[in-house]
């Protein structure tokens, strides 16, 4: 007889089997909750209703006698809070409990009545949007989203009803962007209201509104909004797949759904855009892009990005076209004053005198004279301070925080430079670079650039202008290698499309812009006639 | 729907559908690679020895020795444009072995390819070693050279670890950075000139003329790189166009550099002078800007060219190795060279030992552009007229 060897098992396998197990568990729930239908039995179903929600006590069931049905049991479900109270009060109850409905001619060929519900909704409720379900999983959504739920006693479908009305922020001007010239509405957390702020600017018939919700318990609305026949196809299809692949259970904000759908997401650089105006939204969707709107946040992302993004803002459009070129000029110089001038200081001091004018080097020699450390030393330091300063201030609530900021940053400078810690001329390169970091309109980019000052100062303080130019190099490979929904990031400056550097690096007059951006792929180009 | 808990590659899963090309190098790309690699192999040395033996007529030998850089890239071009999406491995191993005998054309080409790896991964590390010489001598006297040489091939390794997509992009991006500065510097410096150094125009007879366009035309050496980087261009007349364009600038530049060198200085000082250019940027003075000893930062601009030359041959010779040993990703091979680069590039013992080797490159190097594409090309001929045509659409480098 021969033995049968037994093969070892795995952990691997074990580890696997755990979680197959556990997601089907969670399966067998949702689909428990989805199979549960309707009874006839009004108190059935209100008590259904109440294990299912833990008998939360904002929960409140009115129990009425319809007006044209004396003889039938109904209930009213809402969550208080989240309806609005008027429209319960004046239009469902008052039209279910008073009103009379005409007696229908019934000369019709049906043999049986239609149900009560039906009726209802036909000619017995004035509210403007009514659905009916018979699973609890829609009705329990439903009414965890502000719906008011009709049940009757003998009907198997209940009626939901949209009267949606709890507190929202009114539309204000987004305070992470503001323009000089331009609306100044931003979006809210509601996502209706952003997808008509968007509608608003956008009367175009093929604008799509497509909803899906995200995350197992969080259950937040997504809308994703595309312009049909401009938009390219594979790159909505990316998008729409890859939303609907997070598998998470609360999506807070719209950032969790960046970073879950991004490409590459060790790089410090964003590649999807996010935006508070629905201006730059709509300017995004007619260049070909995908909007995608979360429910609870007021930033919407854009999707796919290019690395122009960081220094394009929607006011450079407003403006005549010199005065936009002009401003993009000063915004590239300040992006690269925020990333440069701390490690620029570091190799000149230390490598490269030579290079420094004479009477400048003497000043700043005299400066640098009572400073203990090397150069690379006190600007970390420094730099380091203000990040902390830059940090606080954000926390720091009303109008004393932009004020400890400037304290802070006037007198921290003044006594560590007459402490002799800090020489005079970092103060004020450190004073710029937090002014080039501010001048830069996108906030993420700018993150990203602070970020990576830190490593850029080592580096000169390596190598010099040599470990400067090295380490620019490194980010310029980084930034070649990204990609955003399959459009290079360097786009259009690499790989190179001249018909798309008119809007690059200057701002070419409008009449100039016939088409749309190449890189996005339109499936329509022509913009101006 | 989805696997619980692998949430943190949704990118990878879920991609853009591609577009069925595989030209991920558009003709501009091709400009861009060709030209950043060429003026880094010659920025560094070439006008003295453009004018060790042409003299006075240094700069006018450079601008010729572009002819016969351009013979050698139209050769190299046209086998490109013949074998569309394929490598030097592939195309010579069909070309010199035939249908009938596959396995002849791979063991005749494998010395050859072997050969060419091999030189280019010792160019690869003699400019690493010359440039890290210059940084050494103008720069950074107290960092050792182990450091430099260290820090510049990792960044190398860093870019060729990527596709060749990602180079052309990169080469894109630096070509203007390079070819500005440079540019700029050079027109500069010619407030120095001292234009009756350029006198007389003719100053030797043929033979050394000769001789100096040999010389000189090592220095465009670089351009055979396209042998490999020609399967992910597109077979179109402005790819053809624009290697052409990517030897003409360069060419343009290296004899703007000789013509300033020899104005400057005389061709007797230029030929004392061990970096010719970078006396060329120390001698000059930008009036009014803020900056004087603007060597420095021509360094740095420098190092730019140099990198795009190291990491393109870096990228070259990873590719050649691994389609001739069928390895899947070329990052292997690309990590494997690294301790072997730095290796040689330690070998010499002082700067006059790197050029000794430069020069003995540059000859071998010659020797394989004209010598082996022309076979290639020959080889191509015979066989067009043989069947009709070879055209492969499969994807590009196997």
Redesign the interface.
């Known amino acids: 007889m021969v033995r049968k060897v037994r093969h070892p098992v795995k952990i691997s396998d074990l580890k696997k089997k755990k979680?197959e197990e556990?997601?089907k568990q969670a399966e067998k729930k949702t689909e428990a909750l989805k199979e549960m239908k309707l009874s006839g039995k009004l108190a059935d179903n209100i008590d259904t209703i109440r294990q299912i929600l833990g008998d939360s006590d904002d929960l409140v069931i009115r129990n009425i006698i319809l007006a044209g049905n004396p003889e039938k049991k109904a209930a009213i479900v809402f969550i208080d809070g989240l309806v609005n109270a008027m429209l319960i009060d004046g239009y469902i109850l008052k039209s279910l409990m008073f009103h009379t409905r005409q007696p229908t001619d019934e000369k019709s060929d049906e043999s049986t009545p239609p149900p009560l519900i039906d009726q209802l909704i036909r000619s017995g409720l004035t509210i403007n949007e009514v659905g009916q379900a018979n699973d609890f999983q829609q009705i329990i959504r439903s009414l965890l989203s502000g719906d008011t739920i009709l049940l009757v006693d003998g009907e198997e479908m209940a009626l939901f009803m949209n009267t949606k009305g709890w507190e929202r922020r009114a539309v204000q001007e987004p305070n992470t962007e503001s323009v000089v010239r331009g609306p100044r509405d931003g979006f809210t957390e509601t996502m209706r209201v952003n997808t008509a702020l968007i509608r608003l600017r956008l009367k175009d018939p093929d604008l799509r509104v497509k909803n899906i919700t995200v995350g197992k318990r969080t259950n937040t609305d997504i809308a994703i909004i595309y312009i049909d026949g401009i938009v390219d196809p594979?790159?909505l299809?990316?998008v729409v797949?890859?939303i609907?692949?997070?598998?998470?259970d609360g999506a807070l904000e719209s950032g969790y759904l960046e970073q879950?759908?991004?490409?590459?997401?060790w790089s410090p650089f964003p590649q999807i855009q996010n935006t508070e105006r629905p201006d730059k939204a709509v300017a995004n969707l007619l260049e070909g892009k995908v909007v995608i709107v979360t429910d609870g946040t007021p930033f919407v992302l854009i999707a796919p990005a290019v690395f122009s993004q960081f220094y394009h803002s929607p006011e450079d459009y407003y403006e005549r076209f010199g005065i936009g070129t002009f401003i993009r000029f000063i915004r590239l110089i300040s992006m690269a004053m925020a990333l440069l001038l701390p490690s620029l200081y570091i190799a000149f001091t230390s490598?490269?005198p030579?290079?420094?004018?004479?009477k400048?080097a003497i000043a700043m020699m005299a400066g640098r004279a009572t400073v203990p450390f090397p150069a690379v030393v006190e600007a970390m330091l420094m730099e380091i301070a203000v990040e902390i300063l830059r940090e606080a201030s954000v926390r720091l609530p009303g109008p004393i925080g932009p004020t400890i900021g400037i304290v802070g940053a006037l007198i921290i400078g003044e006594s560590a430079v007459s402490a002799g810690i800090i020489s005079p001329i970092l103060v004020i390169i450190v004073g710029l670079t937090t002014l080039g970091s501010f001048a830069t309109p996108s906030y993420s980019a700018a993150i990203a650039l602070r970020m990576l000052r830190f490593p850029m100062m080592l580096a000169a303080g390596t190598?010099?202008?040599?470990?400067?130019?090295?380490f620019l190099?490194?980010i310029?490979?980084h930034l070649?290698?990204l990609k955003s929904?399959?459009v290079?990031y360097?786009a259009p400056?690499?790989?190179?499309r001249t018909s798309d550097l008119k809007d690059a690096l200057i701002r070419a007059p409008l009449f100039w812009m016939r088409s749309r951006p190449k890189i996005m792929k339109p499936r329509d180009d022509k913009r101006v006639g | 729907?989805?696997?619980?808990?692998?949430?943190?590659n949704?990118?990878q899963?879920?991609?853009?559908?591609?577009e069925e090309t595989p030209y991920v190098i558009?003709p501009?790309?091709v400009t861009a690679i060709l030209s950043c690699t060429l003026i880094g192999m010659g920025v560094l040395t070439l006008p003295r020895i453009a004018s060790h033996w042409a003299h006075e007529a240094g700069w006018m030998s450079v601008l010729l020795g572009m002819f016969m850089a351009m013979f050698g890239i139209g050769l190299i071009s046209s086998l490109g444009q013949r074998f569309v999406g394929q490598t030097v491995v592939s195309y010579s191993r069909q070309l010199l072995g035939g249908k009938t005998r596959p396995r002849l054309g791979v063991v005749l080409s494998f010395p050859i390819l072997i050969s060419l790896a091999g030189i280019w991964l010792a160019d690869t590390s003699m400019i690493t070693r010359a440039f890290s010489e210059v940084?050494m001598a103008a720069?950074?006297e107290n960092?050792p050279m182990n450091?430099?040489l260290f820090?510049?091939l990792a960044?190398a390794m860093?870019?060729a670890m990527?596709e060749a997509?990602?180079i052309?992009?990169?080469n894109?991006?630096?070509f203007p950075l390079i070819v500005i500065p440079v540019l700029l510097l050079t027109l500069i410096s010619f407030q120095n000139a001292r234009w009756n150094n350029l006198l007389p125009l003719f100053p030797v007879d043929w033979r050394a003329f000769f001789i100096s366009l040999l010389a000189t035309s090592v220095f465009y050496k670089g351009f055979e790189m396209m042998l490999v980087f020609s399967a992910f261009t597109q077979p179109i007349s402005a790819a053809r166009r624009a290697q052409f364009v990517g030897i003409g600038i360069p060419a343009l530049l290296n004899t703007l550099i000789t013509l300033a060198a020899i104005a400057v200085f005389s061709y007797e000082e230029l030929e004392r002078l061990m970096w010719p250019t970078l006396e060329l940027a120390t001698s000059t003075e930008i009036p009014g800007l803020?900056?004087?000893?603007?060597e420095?930062?021509y360094?740095?601009?420098w190092?730019?060219a140099i990198?795009t030359a190291i990491s393109n041959f870096y990228f070259a010779t990873a590719k050649i190795l691994q389609e001739t040993f069928r390895i899947r990703h070329h990052q292997w091979i690309v990590l494997g060279l690294f301790p072997l680069l730095l290796w040689l590039s330690n070998l010499p013992a002082h700067v006059y030992q790197v050029f000794h080797w430069i020069e003995i490159l540059g000859y071998l190097s010659v020797l394989l552009w004209l010598g082996f594409p022309l076979i290639l090309w020959l080889l191509a001929q015979i066989r067009l007229r043989e069947k009709n045509g070879n055209r492969r659409t499969d994807h590009p480098g196997q």
């Open positions: 979680k556990q997601a594979k790159v299809e990316a797949n890859r609907q692949s997070i598998d998470i879950l759908i991004e490409d590459n997401h490598f490269h030579e290079m420094i004018p004479s400048l190598l010099g202008l040599l470990g400067i130019m090295l190099i490194v310029i490979i070649s290698s929904f399959g290079p360097m400056i690499s790989p190179s | 729907m989805a696997e619980p808990g692998s949430q943190s949704i990118a899963r879920v991609n853009v559908a591609k558009a501009r790309q940084i720069v950074l960092t450091v430099i820090l510049m960044t860093y870019l990527h997509e990602v052309a992009r990169v894109e991006l630096l803020i900056f004087e000893r603007v420095a930062a360094l740095a601009v190092v730019a990198f």
